[in-house]
Structures are given as structure tokens and as C-alpha cells.
Nanobody, 128 residues
Framework: QVQLVESGGGLVQAGGSLRLSCAASGRTFSTYAMGWFRQAPGKEREFVAAITWSDGSTYYADSVKGRFTISRDNAKNTMYLQMNSLKPEDTAVYYC?????????????????????WGQGTQVTVSS
């Protein structure tokens, strides 16, 4: 099993910044990729950003491109999401997702099914 612990959520005013962290532990073996998804009340879970562990390739949803930055610390098996210029529409529960290298599911980074472990979520609230 892989455990994912998220931190860094909170309440911030529009235009402000937050930094989310997701630390992976347990039977991580080799990490293939990690990602962030979010879910607002009454809406489906949506892709935010993803990073491939081997070469650091990054991918973003159009709605956050230029404002959010995903990064990783290989030694700590930790992923980060730096969120700047936050908007009220960024309000959601943010989930960390992990794909282990031995997972056989098809890898389409923006699809939740590409990941086989999930964190418990952290609330981000942006006030106007």
C-alpha cells in the first residue's frame, strides 16, 4: 500500500497564494507519476496538474496554466503545487494522486483512472 499525506490547504483571499504538498510513503517502489485533481461542490473531479517522475515533465489544465506550478522532490518522494493568483473558482477539495510504476492501467495523465492511489484531500477556499 501507498500512503499519501496532503497539506497546505486553507483560506486565502483572491489574488493570494498557497502551496500544497503531498508526501508518499509505504510501498511506493518506483513512482511513475503524480498529479493533482480537485472537486468543487456539485461538480465532478477535474484534473489540475501532473508530473512524470523520471524526467519531470509537467502538464496543466488550461484553467490553471500560468498560475499554478507543479514540482517534485525525488529524495523525499514529495510533490508540490504552488498556486498563485488564486481565484474564487479555484475553491475545491484538492486531491493528490499517485501512479506506481508497476500499475498496468493506461496512462492518460488527465484521467483519474491513470492513478492507483489517492490522498484524503485538502480544502482550498478562495474568498472574493
Amino acid at each position: 500500500q501507498v500512503q499519501l499525506v496532503e497539506s497546505g490547504g486553507g483560506l486565502v483571499q483572491a489574488g493570494g497564494s498557497l502551496r500544497l504538498s503531498c508526501a508518499a510513503s509505504g510501498r511506493t517502489f518506483s513512482t511513475y507519476a503524480m498529479g493533482w485533481f480537485r472537486q468543487a461542490p456539485g461538480k465532478e473531479r477535474e484534473f489540475v496538474a501532473a508530473i512524470t517522475w523520471s524526467d519531470g515533465s509537467t502538464y496543466y489544465a488550461d484553467s490553471v496554466k500560468g498560475r499554478f506550478t507543479i514540482s517534485r522532490d525525488n529524495a523525499k518522494n514529495t510533490m508540490y503545487l504552488q498556486m498563485n493568483s488564486l481565484k474564487p473558482e479555484d475553491t475545491a477539495v484538492y486531491y493528490c494522486a499517485f501512479r506506481r510504476a508497476d500499475y498496468s492501467g493506461v496512462y492518460i495523465y488527465r484521467h483519474p483512472t491513470a492513478y492507483n492511489y489517492w490522498g484524503q484531500g485538502t480544502q482550498v477556499t478562495v474568498s472574493s
